[in-house]
């Protein structure tokens, strides 16, 4: 079972990289040496998290169509091809964009919407594949190794994007998408051979729940419906900065693609050592208040942020990244822990689904916002860099009023006799 582990990770892996050009490096290209529109390059970020209700579809479709003899594999790598075919393309397709045209702007559409659809594809059948070879028991460790060869890739891939694209030029661009797209494809590729059985479980698939039953079991009680717009808000803010975050280091600071690539690794790896973190905290302090330190820590963060920007401090910038990914690992953990304390007997599906869809919409709501706000106060003021400043600071004001939403939340009437999931497996769940 480690071996299937590891190939279950790779899946996860070859995914992943096919995300870091395209939501780092390639936004700052097309904001900074393009002069898109943030508002734009937001939307088009976007686009795959408003493919994600067709996951239910997709795996209740999986279930009872197998190709092949096999129920997974076939809809994962089909997944991946689109990723790998979406990241390879969209160098491309931004400077076909850049043209203006309405064929440009068509154009440009495309690769978000391969990866949105393949990621939307792969994901879903790979963590029903990695649950159902590894059973009740052993779900947890396979999460948790899946999770962590995930953070592992993207750090990885971060840094090697900075040295492929150093110094920056278009054929640099392209050429680095396309080695990372083919490494991917090689991984997930290799992965899959032999993982999964020709026959699938015999045990029949469970209900997805619906829209509507998410709606009922998050609306229908109070301390559900403040824990839901508390997680809108907080990952609006701690997410929706993914988009702009390396413009907003070009434009203060003038620093090249290379350099704005490796923040992506800076953020990862803090990141990961928060979550390391998170379990050994977990076990000392409450979950409201490991929450609220990490809360507290992304605001500081973005404060952080805000100063080394505005007051062009490269130190100060860089402590504050560090912050925000410390923060966000520290968060992200403890506020999963408090969704599995809000779940009742019975629900726990619903809650699962409803944290999905909490996810999606607070990053569409974040990049969306972000990228619109940025583009309206740098058109009235004539300066790019308040666009960002205000960004971030409504971001800041996000957070704030999130830290004081946790602390009237009260999780005691809804603690289950179950055991909750392990500190990475609910992380995993973010994916």
């Known amino acids: 079972m480690n071996l299937k582990r590891i190939q279950l990770g790779l899946i996860h892996v070859a995914v992943a990289m096919t995300l870091v050009p395209i939501n780092s490096t390639l936004n700052r290209v097309m904001i900074r040496e393009l002069a898109l529109s943030a508002t734009l390059v937001a939307v088009l970020a976007s686009l795959p998290y408003l493919f994600s209700p067709i996951q239910m579809a ?4 999986s279930d009872r169509h197998p190709l092949f003899g096999r129920r997974r594999t076939p809809y994962i790598l089909l997944g991946l091809l689109l990723c790998v075919a979406g990241l390879i393309i969209s160098p491309w397709a931004a400077f076909r964009l850049a043209e203006g045209d309405i064929t440009g ?4 559409l495309l690769p978000f919407m391969a990866w949105g659809m393949g990621y939307n594809l792969s994901a ?8 159902e070879l590894s059973g009740a028991q052993g779900r947890g460790k396979t999460i948790s190794v899946m999770w962590f060869m995930m953070i592992v890739s993207i750090i ?6 900075s040295r492929m694209v150093d110094p920056y030029t278009p054929a640099a661009l392209i050429s680095s998408f396309r080695t990372i797209g083919l490494v991917a494809l090689f991984l997930g590729g290799l992965a899959i051979i032999g993982l999964e059985p020709r026959t699938g479980p015999s045990e029949p698939a469970g209900e997805n729940p619906t829209p509507r039953q998410m709606a009922t079991a998050i609306l229908g009680n109070p301390q559900a419906r403040r824990f839901f717009v508390y997680l809108l808000l907080l990952l609006a803010a701690i997410l929706g900065q993914d988009v702009l975050l390396e413009p907003f280091a070009a434009e203060a600071f003038f620093w090249t693609v290379t350099q704005t690539t490796r923040l992506t690794s800076l953020w990862g790896g803090a990141v990961l050592i928060a979550i390391l973190l998170a379990g050994a905290l977990e076990r000392r302090l409450n979950r409201k208040v490991v929450g609220q330190i990490g809360n507290l820590g992304a605001l500081a963060g973005f404060v952080l ?11 100060v910038f860089y402590m504050g990244v560090v912050l925000l990914g410390a923060g966000t690992g520290l968060s992200t953990v403890a506020n999963l822990a408090l969704m599995f304390d809000l779940t009742l007997p019975g629900q726990v599906g619903l809650f699962i689904g409803a944290w999905g869809f909490s996810n999606a919409l607070s990053r569409l709501i974040g990049s969306v916002l972000g990228g ?3 583009d309206l106060v740098a058109a009235t003021s004539g300066d790019a860099l308040a666009g960002y400043l205000v960004v971030f600071g409504i971001e800041a004001g996000m957070l704030l009023v999130a830290v004081f939403m946790l602390g009237r939340i009260d999780v005691k009437a809804f603690q289950k006799a179950a055991v909750a999931p392990s500190v990475l497996e609910r ?5």
Do not use: Q
């Open 156 to 161: 990885l891939t971060a840094v090697s994007l």
């Open 58 to 61: 997709v795996g209740a479709f």
């Open 372 to 374: 619109a706000v940025r």
């Open 105 to 108: 702007i068509l154009t440009g």
């Open 305 to 315: 942020i805000l100063t080394g920007g505005w007051m062009r401090m490269t130190a």
């Open 124 to 131: 879903v059948c790979y963590l029903s594949l990695a649950s």
């Open 427 to 431: 992380v995993a769940l973010t994916d």
